[in-house]
């Protein structure tokens, strides 16, 4: 009696498959190269604009931040926000053709493949999750129940760090891949690393017709159309193709969108109170002004834009009193750092923001008093806020109630970092 193996009773449809099973050409490393490339493009950029938007907010000694050009944050986070959105096509259209290398026997082979595949898997889980959460940020929907900037910021260091060994060790097979140029990609390789049917197969195609050059095309073109669904929040000629933005930057108050309204906040009450005043301390003691003193002090005029963390961005003209006269006005100097404290629940993200003494010295960093040549509305920051260049919208701090310079300004900033 011959014993076989009870895995040989298996009808053939419940057979774990191997890659030679995956026919179309597509499942190749010349595809899966060129889709790295761009995923990998991708990746680089959103590290660093992530990197640059978490440094804003999170400022260090080492690498300080100027109010030149203006225009500069904007830029930086509508690009991290359009590019991560481009990714998601990319993601799926990677995973679609290397996934037959998921059933490769055995599993591992020794230590280098090994750190292969454990730097793949920790890529694709740290990008997917990256992309799920970022999108879910765009659009507010704060369904996960940790700190989405936190863990967004450690998650981005998984993904680059694995991206960088993934490279390294595939290498090889990305020279190899690009070497024979362009016009390989339609040309039957019979050393290909997956298997692409009998060798009579007409090269290029496969049973559904898909080609090489097609699916990378499609790739593209789904990738672009993405794109310009939704990158109409930051690029105003593109707003009305934006189907799929999820913010319109310029439908709110005034024209112009918020983010965080003054009910949300718990201001409504003490941002319309009769005997609100602006409490300013500085090395010549403490003065408190209010919007009737403001505005009859030197008013300045800036168009500057609004630019949001989650990417939709807009300008707007606003006039106020600079910051910098603020300053001098209680004894600091024009270029001094300023500690900025709001209405708002002390403790919060929004409450508090600073201002480094280069921003202050700068002529368009202001105590935004109006909007569009009308009196600022309570949901963008009634009776005063803060507007500066080159400045994430999150620390355009509205509402403010107190502005502290100077020296002063550094230990307020750190018992509002404690708090």
Same mark, same amino acid.
């Given at each position: ?121 920790? !890529?694709? &889980?740290? $990008? @997917?999750? /990256?992309?799920? +959460?970022?999108?879910?940020? =765009?659009?507010? %929907? ?83 159309? !993405?794109? &310009?669904? $939704? @990158?109409? /929040?930051?690029? +105003?000629?593109?707003?009305? =193709?934006?189907? %799929? ?83 001098? !006005? ?35 960093t202001l105590l935004a ?30 509402w403010v109630s107190r ?5 002063a300004a550094v230990g ?8």
């Amino acid at each position: 009696m011959v014993n076989r193996p009870l895995l040989s009773n298996r009808p053939s449809w419940l057979r774990i498959p191997e890659p030679g099973d995956f026919r179309s050409p597509v499942h190749d490393e010349r595809v899966v190269a060129r889709l790295g490339l761009f995923l990998g493009a991708a990746i680089l950029i959103l590290f660093v604009t992530g990197l640059i938007s978490h440094l804003h907010q999170h400022p260090v000694s080492w690498l300080p931040f100027y109010p030149e050009p203006v225009w500069a944050y904007r830029l930086n986070q509508g690009l991290h926000v359009a590019v991560g959105f481009a990714t998601l096509p990319l993601v799926l259209a990677k995973l679609y053709t290397v996934y037959p290398q998921f059933f490769v026997r055995p599993p591992l082979t020794g230590p280098l493949h090994a750190l292969e595949r454990g730097s793949v898997g920790v !890529l694709v &889980a740290s $990008t @997917v999750f /990256q992309i799920v +959460t970022g999108i879910l940020n =765009v659009f507010k %929907l704060y369904v996960f129940g940790f700190s989405f900037t936190t863990v967004h910021y450690a998650t981005a260091w998984l993904a680059f760090g694995a991206a960088l060994v993934h490279v390294g060790i595939s290498f090889p097979v990305l020279f190899r891949a690009f070497a024979a140029g362009a016009r390989d990609l339609d040309v039957a390789d019979p050393d290909e690393r997956t298997t692409n049917g009998p060798a009579t197969m007409e090269p290029g195609t496969s049973g559904d017709g898909a080609t090489r050059r097609g699916f990378l095309a499609s790739v593209a073109v789904a990738t672009l159309a !993405l794109t &310009a669904l $939704t @990158v109409g /929040q930051t690029i +105003t000629p593109l707003r009305t =193709v934006a189907l %799929l933005a999820p913010r319109d930057p310029f439908d709110g108050p005034q024209g112009l969108a918020v983010n965080k309204t003054a009910r949300g906040a718990g201001v409504e009450e003490l941002a319309t109170a009769e005997d609100w005043a602006l409490e300013l301390v500085g090395p010549g003691g403490t003065t408190h002004l209010t919007r009737a003193d403001l505005l009859a002090m030197s008013q300045h005029e800036a168009v500057l834009p609004i630019a949001c963390v989650e990417g939709w961005s807009a300008s707007a003209r606003w006039s106020g009193v600079r910051i910098r006269d603020l300053a001098t !006005l209680c004894g600091g100097r024009a270029d001094d750092p300023v500690h900025v404290e709001s209405l708002q629940e002390a403790g919060t993200f929004y409450a508090t923001s600073d201002l480094p003494g280069s921003y202050v010295a700068h002529d368009d960093t202001l105590l935004a008093l109006t909007l569009a040549g009308e009196d600022l509305d309570l949901d963008h920051g009634f009776p005063a806020r803060i507007i500066a260049p080159n400045r994430p919208g999150v620390l355009q701090t509205k509402w403010v109630s107190r502005l502290v310079v100077g020296s002063a300004a550094v230990g307020s900033a750190a018992v509002g970092s404690a708090a």
